[in-house]
Structures are given as C-alpha cells and as structure tokens.
C-alpha cells in the first residue's frame, strides 16, 4: 500500500529554485534514504512532506487522502483541517527537539494524551515497553539535560513512535552526534527497518542508507538524479553526478 506520494512537488525561496518537480513514492514497509550534496533540497522535502513547509505547485498524498489540491487559479491550496494528515508521520529532528522542563516519560506521553485523548494509563504503559526497547527503561523520570545526545534522540524517536504513526521521517538523525553515539541511533533505526517500520531518512550516512534501505533516492540542486535499490545507486550508477559525489564523499 502506498503510504506516501509527492507529486511533481516545486518551492521557492525568492529566486532560487530549491525543489524543481520532485516525485516520491513510499509504500508501507519500506525505508527510503533521501542522500545528496548540501544545498539540493533533502530537507526542504522533508519539511513540505512533514507541513513545516508550504509547496508552490505539487500534491501531497497521505494513505492514498490528498492534502492539498490545485484551484482554478492555479494556487495550492491545503486542506483546512491537517489534523488527520498530521497523525500519519512521526518527525524526528537532528537537534531532538524535547521539552527540557518534561520527564523522558512526560515527552512521551504528552501528545498521545493531549493530542489522540487517549487512556493515559494504557498510553504510560506503551511508552514504558518502547523505554525497556530501546535500552531507556532507567531514564523515564530524568530530564533531558541529564542524558547523553545519544539518548536524547532515541528519546525522540520513541516520542514519534508513541503516536503510532504510519510512516517516521528522519532529518539527518546523527548529525548533531559524535561518532559513537551515532552508532546507537543508527542501530535503533536498523531495528525500526528490520520491524517493517515505514520510513524517510535524509542521511549523510552513506555505508547506514547502503545496508539499511529498500530504496536511495540521489538529488541534486532541486531534482531527483537518480532513484532505486541501493546496490543500483550505490555500486551501478549511471549517473556521473552520483560518481562524482561519491567519489567526493570517499575521499572526506
């Protein structure tokens, strides 16, 4: 089933172009790494898929539901309540986003509770399982200030499991991480994959998106170069853009 469709998706920002008729599909189950050089448009496409971001011209399409559609002067326009849209995905940021002044327990529980009203007893129960999963179940009344970067984003990960969401997107999930606590958030996103978690990550991670993802897609100043199987884009590529970037990206 198709969780997720952009379609022909543009944005501007005054006269640069960054996004120039993107088309992505995500079916249920499938971990698609979104990689490319600084500036092509990764994140910008994670934040209009995420309605952080408005679109120029385009659809967004949630469970096969469009979010948005085209009037007859040519103007998108969004739907007025997004709310349903908006329980479909988890985000997770590469700078945690926790409240500081909640428990780990608390930035878990809040939205579930205060956003999906449901059972709090029943909701404290999950978020603790998902704490005893990811290795937490001993920080569930600190503060995110006493825990490492490491910790802190598998915090937040759970934070977007917590509201069951159909698909998780990931922007750049260990870039604010040194080198070893990269390897724990990696980790935990390879079990998500192995669980058939639906998931968009935009990676610097070349050798995690190679092992972990059923799809790559490559951009590059506002466009999809290429697209497919990893073993495709990573060890076939026809693209002497992607070699090049590869080529760069080995020798960092």
């Excluded at 469009?66 to 009037?71: N, Q, R, V």
């Amino acid at each position: 089933m198709n969780v997720l469709k952009l379609e022909n998706i543009t944005k501007s920002f005054g006269s640069n172009h960054v996004l120039k008729g993107i088309n992505l599909e995500v079916n249920e189950g499938e971990v698609v790494s979104v990689i490319g050089p600084s500036g092509s448009g990764k994140s910008t496409l994670l934040r209009i898929a995420t309605f952080l971001e408005t679109l120029d011209s385009g659809n967004i399409i949630y469970m096969g539901k469009s979010a948005t559609h085209t009037d007859e002067k040519g103007k998108v326009r969004y739907e007025k309540n997004l709310k349903p849209f908006r329980r479909e995905f988890g985000l997770v940021f590469q700078n945690f986003n926790l409240f500081p002044h909640y428990t780990v327990l608390k930035n878990m529980m809040d939205a579930p509770v205060s956003v999906l009203k449901r059972d709090k007893k029943e909701v404290k129960e999950e978020c603790l399982a998902l704490l005893a999963k990811m290795g937490l179940e001993d920080k569930a009344d600190s503060y995110p200030c006493m825990l490492s970067g490491g910790q802190q984003q598998r915090v937040s990960i759970v934070r977007a499991l917590a509201m069951q969401p159909e698909i998780l997107f990931f922007d750049e999930p260990t870039s604010a991480l040194d080198p070893e606590l990269t390897g724990e958030v990696l980790k935990v996103i390879k079990q998500l994959a192995e669980e058939k978690m639906t998931m968009v990550i935009v990676t610097h991670e070349m050798s995690f998106a190679r092992a972990v993802s059923d799809k790559v897609v490559f951009m590059d100043k506002g466009v999809v170069v290429e697209q497919g199987h990893p073993d495709e884009v990573f060890g076939n590529t026809k693209s002497e853009r992607m070699k090049q970037f590869l080529q760069n990206y080995n020798r960092e």
